[in-house]
């Protein structure tokens, strides 16, 4: 898939932390790292689920040595819970100290560092991208991302939802951008089954106002032992041709 992924000229293959059965990001884009070479390999982490930001700093900076710099990393919540959202907000700032500054000592509601220096240290002294954000139909979106811009945590949001959530979402953000800088946005989620149905949803997104597409295979792509191929063809014949007009 990390083959077909870079020969369609797709920005980034992201592997997400799941629950139990899931395998764990981390080794498995550490093993993608030989078999690709221009293609980013992203590691997708729900704090909630206890992964610490010390550890991702460290994941990732791994990663990122490995690729030679193709690392990014993505904290994201659905958002259902008000402790979710306190806590991706902390561990987004956390992370992006971690991975910028020599030594961090910090002390918060969820996390606490102290003279903590990240060993690997990243290739770049902006450290791997990191995006963020809340990707559930929810209203905690907005305090978020208040909470990324003004701490300076995330390179891009991540948001879900529909066309018309994601337009909200870019008038939020382009209201918060200062200097016309700032994160690009962009929406994850299922395309669907069809390529009719998943075309139509892409470009009706990327008209919303997205800067790019993070394209969740679905559970139909699921098969003992791996993937469906068709399946994953599917969503690169939709996708692929779009890259070349996205930013990621």
Known sequence: MARLAEAAGL??????????????????????AR????LGLGITVRPSHGRHPSMVARDVTTI???????????????????????????????????LTEEQVS?????????????RPRPLRPEGPPI???????????????????????????????????VTARRVELDALTKDGVGPMLLWRGSLGPDHATA???????????????IAVLGPDSAVEGGLDASA????????????GRLES
């Not at 920005?11 to 993608?32: C, H, I, K």
């Not at 819970?81 to 992370?95: I, K, P």
């Not at 809340?134 to 066309?163: I, M, N, Q």
């Not at 994953?232 to 890259?243: K, S």
């Open 11 to 32: 920005g980034t293959l992201w592997l997400a932390e799941g629950g139990p059965g899931v395998m764990d990001p981390v080794p498995w884009a550490g093993s993608l």
């Open 35 to 38: 078999d690709t070479s221009s």
């Open 64 to 98: 990122d040595l490995l690729t030679d710099g193709r690392a990014v990393v993505a904290l994201v919540e659905d958002g259902e819970r008000t402790l979710d959202v306190d806590r991706l907000v902390e561990a987004s700032s956390v992370l992006r100290r971690l």
């Open 106 to 118: 910090a002390a918060g509601s969820h996390y606490e560092v102290f003279e903590l220096t990240t």
């Open 131 to 165: 995006v963020a954000g809340v990707v559930g139909p929810t209203d905690h979106g907005r305090r978020f991302l208040e909470s990324a811009l003004v701490g300076g945590s995330a390179d891009g949001y991540v948001t879900g939802g529909t066309p018309d959530e």
């Open 199 to 213: 075309a139509g949803l892409a470009e009706s997104v990327l008209g919303a106002g997205a800067d790019g597409l």
């Open 232 to 243: 994953v063809g599917r969503v690169l014949e939709v996708i692929g041709p779009l890259a």
